[in-house]
């Protein structure tokens, strides 16, 4: 790829088992190339680099073809470079006879930066193997955040063998928030020879864990670098350190050492430290006591499966905070550094690449809230309604303040006792959410929300229809003009006017349907709609009076039925209530409804 062919995206390259996949031409100071997306695979190597400057985004590279030599992944000659490798895969790559996987040889100034990458399930050659090699000098800065190794190993050939992970001669070198697992070779990181800038290696908020080191340790150093380690994890690994005769110093802050062979595996009066944990590791010895401090022997009180801190661990805010001097300190997870975790009103460091972030805070377990007198939740008439609240409190802990607002920000005001009730501010004809808020003895704050629908306007209904369904079943559907929830109270007509059955619709809206049960044919009976708490005039069915001639509804069969009757003779039926005095339903009210009548006089509702 030439300097002026500088982007590809999305593209999946078989490089069918040539020796290099892309050959990156030399760039211009100010151009930046970019290659995003690949996925290459079959290749002998993928990238030739000398003096490329670019970018390596979102690529994925696996499954190299057999006869590959060395550097595997990227190979750059003299001169300046600068590659940045972020959000990448290499995985899947074996050859018995590479070296390097990335290797730069006698560079000038060179770059190189990875950022959320993974290298996994990686077996390389037999004899000075480095998954990142930097030969002979120059000026070389390598920068490694938010990256994993996981399964790097050396084909047939024991740790000592190996140069190392990462080996860097004459290189300033930053790992933050990276994990490194499942590993064999001598040392993890080791920063070797050069002339032209200060070997200074600064490993911090990482973890290491299952890695193979031989007669070697998993931090080193050599050629006169100085190394230094913050809030670090090292577990279940040989040797944690490698402090060599070549080395100046290794200074190790606020780190674990657990399961391991041994804390250092040569000279000791290379490795001080400071506020590190020792467990279940050889130490006597191996370091220089003379000039360290604060060195424990404590269990540190892992969470089962992980590297976290349980909240007993005697680890949390235990470490010395000056020595998080950068910016914005955060640990493996990404999280704040220096919080109070053990709850004593100070915040200090942890020791370890996992800051305990404090026990858990109290939490909302349910937010209800309801109409004052139906006990709905879905939909209130009124502004007042009744809330509950209750809550989970971790041991320890207390719930000290309570609020219900109308806005999901956090109070400022707050109440010192849960409350009952809430007065809604919201207008009127719409949902309504409110949010319970709580804020405990740690001052952690949690909020829950709940939605009701809030409408002070009275519900007319239209359209009833009742259709009979299964045996001993009916179906009662109904509109109204606004959402409303509504019920069905029914029952057997009878001179009591009762209705002691009650199916409600559990559900909001303008169209509704409720299936009533318990129907014996041949009886009357009374039926009731509710909307919103708003009862509706009774209607009966499947025929529409209490009993035949009660043209007034009473449940009684009178004189005052043919009154009724009378002072409706000859007029619509389809007008107002008229339909009432047409009890023959000939659909014309005459003087044979008042015969009607007279026939059922003195006759009453059960």
């Not at 709905?376 to 509950?388: H, P």
């Not at 009660?550 to 409706?568: E, T």
């Amino acid at each position: 790829m030439g300097p002026n062919q500088d982007e590809f995206d999305s593209a999946v390259i078989d490089a069918g088992a040539s020796a290099t996949a892309l050959v990156l031409g030399q760039s211009a100071t100010d151009q930046q190339g970019l290659i995003k997306d690949f996925i290459i695979t079959n290749f002998k190597s993928v990238f030739t680099a000398t003096k490329w400057r670019g970018s390596i985004d979102g690529c994925v590279i696996r499954n190299n073809a057999s006869g590959a030599t060395g550097n595997m992944v990227m190979y750059g000659a003299s001169g300046d470079a600068s590659v940045v490798f972020s959000n990448c895969t290499i995985e899947s790559l074996s050859n018995p006879t590479t070296g390097d996987l990335i290797r730069f040889d006698q560079p000038g100034t060179v770059t190189m930066t990875l950022s959320g990458c993974l290298f996994q399930t990686i077996n390389l050659g037999t004899a000075f193997v480095r998954v990142f090699g930097f030969q002979n000098g120059g000026q070389i800065r390598l920068t490694m955040t938010d990256t994993a190794f996981d399964g790097i190993t050396a084909n047939g050939a024991a740790p000592d063998d190996q140069y190392g992970l990462i080996s860097t001669y004459g290189a300033a070198f930053l790992m933050d928030r990276c994990v490194v697992r499942n590993v064999a070779c001598n040392t993890a990181i080791t920063c070797g020879y050069g002339i032209t800038l200060p070997k200074m290696v600064v490993v911090r908020d990482s973890l290491f864990s299952t890695i193979d080191t031989g007669t070697h340790g998993v931090i080193g150093g050599s050629g006169s670098s100085n190394v230094a380690v913050y809030n670090c994890t090292i577990d279940s690994c040989g040797a944690a350190f490698d402090g060599s005769g070549y080395l100046n110093m290794i200074n190790a802050y606020n780190c674990i050492v657990s399961n391991c062979t041994k804390l250092n595996s040569v000279d000791p009066a290379k490795l001080r430290l400071h506020n590190l944990n020792i467990f279940n590791t050889t130490s006597d010895g191996l370091y220089d006591t003379a000039n360290s401090a604060n060195v424990t022997g404590l269990d540190p009180g892992y969470e089962p499966g992980s590297f976290r801190l349980t909240q007993s661990s005697a680890l949390i805010d235990a470490g010395d905070t000056s020595a998080v001097a950068w910016t914005d300190p955060t640990d493996l997870d990404g999280l704040p550094r220096i919080v109070d975790g053990n709850n004593d009103g100070d915040a200090a460091v942890d020791i370890g690449c996992y800051e305990y972030q404090g026990p858990p805070g109290a939490t909302i377990a349910t937010f209800i809230v309801t109409d004052r007198t139906s006990g709905s939740t879905l939909v209130t008439n009124e502004a007042d309604v009744n809330v509950a609240v209750t809550v989970d409190v971790p041991e320890g802990l207390t719930v000290v303040n309570w609020q219900i607002t109308e806005f999901d920000t956090e109070p400022t005001e707050w109440l010192a006792e849960s409350p009952t009730s809430y007065t809604i501010q919201s207008a009127s004809g719409a949902d309504v959410t409110l949010y319970a808020w709580i804020k405990d003895s740690a001052d952690n704050v949690a909020s829950k929300p709940a939605t009701i629908y809030y409408d002070t306007r009275l519900p007319v209904v239209s359209n009833v229809v009742i259709t009979p369904g299964a045996p001993g079943t009916a179906t009662v559907t109904w509109d109204t003009d606004i959402p409303a929830e509504g019920a069905v109270n029914y029952g057997p007509v009878s001179t009591t006017g009762s209705t002691p059955n009650t199916v409600p619709e559990n559900a909001l809206g303008t169209g509704h349907s409720v299936v009533i049960t318990g129907v014996d044919a041949g009886t009357n009976y009374k039926i009731i709609l509710v909307n919103n708490e708003i009862v509706s005039a009774p209607f009966y069915w499947p025929r529409p009076w209490p009993i035949d001639g009660d043209a007034n509804m009473d449940c009684r069969v009178n004189i005052l039925d043919l009154i009724f009757i009378r002072n409706k003779l000859n007029q619509a039926v389809t007008t107002g209530d008229n339909w009432k005095a047409d009890v023959n339903e000939d659909t014309r009210i005459n003087i044979l409804d008042l015969i009607f009548v007279r026939n059922k006089l003195n006759t009453q509702c059960p």
